[in-house]
C-alpha cells in the first residue's frame, strides 16, 4: 500500500544529479512514498525559428530543432534509467514517474511553479547542479533561490555523507522546531533510525545554582529548562510514532560560541548523516524566511542532507 504523499525530485542529467538518485536508492523510509523525478528543459530561444529567409538559415533552424529534441531524448533517457534505479532498490514501480517540463522564466520559477500546481509532501534537491556550476561554490543558483523561496514545503537538501539512517534534530523549543520533530516523526516512524535530539545554549548554568541572586543566572536557568522541556516533549513525539526509545538520544550543549557551529560539531562526532532544523527559531520572525542559524548550516554543511521543515 503506497503512502498518498508525494515527494518531487529535481534531476538535471549531471554527475550530481546520480548522486541524488543514489540518495534516494539508499534512504528507505522513501520507498513506500511516491515520487515524481523532474526536469526543466531549457528550449532554443524563439528567435531560431524566426530564421526562414533563406536555405541556409533554413538549415540552421532545422538542426537546432533536432538539438532540441535530441536533450529531451537524452533527459527522458536519464529520467527512465533514475526510475529504473529506484524500482531495484525497492521501490514500488507504480510509485515512480517522471515529468519533463520546457522551461519559460527561469528553472527555479518553474519548480516552484510546479510545486504551487500540485500537492506535494516535499522537495529534494542539491546544492549544485550541473558541471556549469562554479567549483568550489557551496550552493548553485537554483537551490540557492529555492532555499530562500520554497518555504512552505519542506526542502530537503541531498548531501553525499553515507546514508546510516542517522538524524540530528535541532531542537530550541520553538513552534518551528516542534514541526521538524513532527515531520522527522511521519518520514522515519516504525523505522529502525536513529535520532539525536540536540538543543544549544550560549551559557553554561546547572540546575544547583540558587534561584533570586543573579538575574543573569535565573534568565540563563530559565532556557535550559525551556529547552530540557522540548527535548522531552520531542522524544515523546517520536516514541509516540513508533520510534524505539532506546533509538532516541538527547542533548543539551551548553556554553556554546556559535549555535551553528556546536550543532555541526554534534552532527559531525556522532556521524549523524543528516542535519533537520526549521526555517525559523525562537524569534519566528514573519519577514524572513530564513533564520540565521539554518542558513549558517546550510552553507557550512556540504557533506550533511539537511532537512529545511516550514
Known amino acids: 500500500m503506497s503512502d498518498e504523499k508525494k515527494i518531487l525530485v529535481t534531476l538535471d542529467g549531471s554527475k550530481r544529479a546520480e548522486r541524488t538518485v543514489d540518495y534516494l536508492c539508499s534512504f528507505k523510509p522513501f520507498r513506500n512514498r511516491q515520487v515524481t523525478l523532474f526536469n526543466i528543459t531549457t528550449p532554443v530561444p524563439e528567435a531560431y525559428y524566426d530564421l526562414t529567409r533563406d536555405s541556409f538559415r533554413k538549415i540552421a533552424v532545422a538542426q537546432v530543432k533536432a538539438w532540441e529534441m535530441g536533450q529531451k531524448k537524452i533527459m527522458t533517457q536519464f529520467l527512465e534509467e533514475a526510475r529504473q534505479e529506484m524500482i531495484a532498490a525497492g521501490y514500488a514501480p507504480g510509485n515512480i514517474g517522471f515529468k519533463l ?36 561554490i557551496t550552493m548553485g543558483g537554483v537551490a540557492a533561490k529555492l532555499v530562500e523561496k520554497a518555504d512552505t514545503i519542506p526542502l530537503i537538501i541531498a548531501g553525499t555523507r553515507e546514508i546510516r539512517h542517522y538524524l540530528c534534530i535541532a531542537v530550541d523549543g520553538s513552534p518551528g522546531s516542534m514541526h521538524a520533530v513532527r515531520f522527522t516523526a511521519d518520514m522515519m516512524g516504525k523505522t529502525d533510525c536513529r535520532i539525536l535530539l540536540c538543543a544549544i545554549m550560549r551559557t553554561t548554568v546547572t540546575d544547583s545554582v540558587p534561584e533570586g541572586q543573579d538575574p543573569f543566572a ?43 557551529g556546536a550543532l555541526l560539531d554534534v552532527a559531525r562526532t556522532a556521524e549523524c548523516d543528516t542535519i533537520v532544523m526549521s526555517r525559523r527559531g525562537v524569534s519566528d520572525v514573519e519577514n524572513f524566511s530564513l533564520g540565521r542559524i539554518p542558513r549558517k548550516i546550510i552553507y557550512a554543511s556540504r557533506k550533511f542532507t539537511i532537512w529545511l521543515i516550514p
Open 218 to 260: 535565573d534568565m540563563s536557568l530559565q532556557a535550559k529548562h525551556m529547552l530540557d522541556d522540548a527535548l522531552v516533549q520531542a522524544k515523546e513525539i517520536l516514541t509516540r510514532a513508533g520510534i524505539p526509545e532506546d533509538r532516541i538520544e538527547t542533548r543539551l550543549v551548553q556554553g556554546a560560541q556559535s549555535r551553528a
Open 101 to 136: 517540463s520546457s522551461r519559460e522564466k527561469g528553472v527555479a520559477r518553474g519548480i516552484l511553479n510546479e510545486i504551487r500546481n500540485n500537492e506535494y509532501h516535499c522537495l529534494v534537491i542539491r546544492r549544485r547542479g550541473s558541471a556549469n556550476s562554479i567549483l568550489g
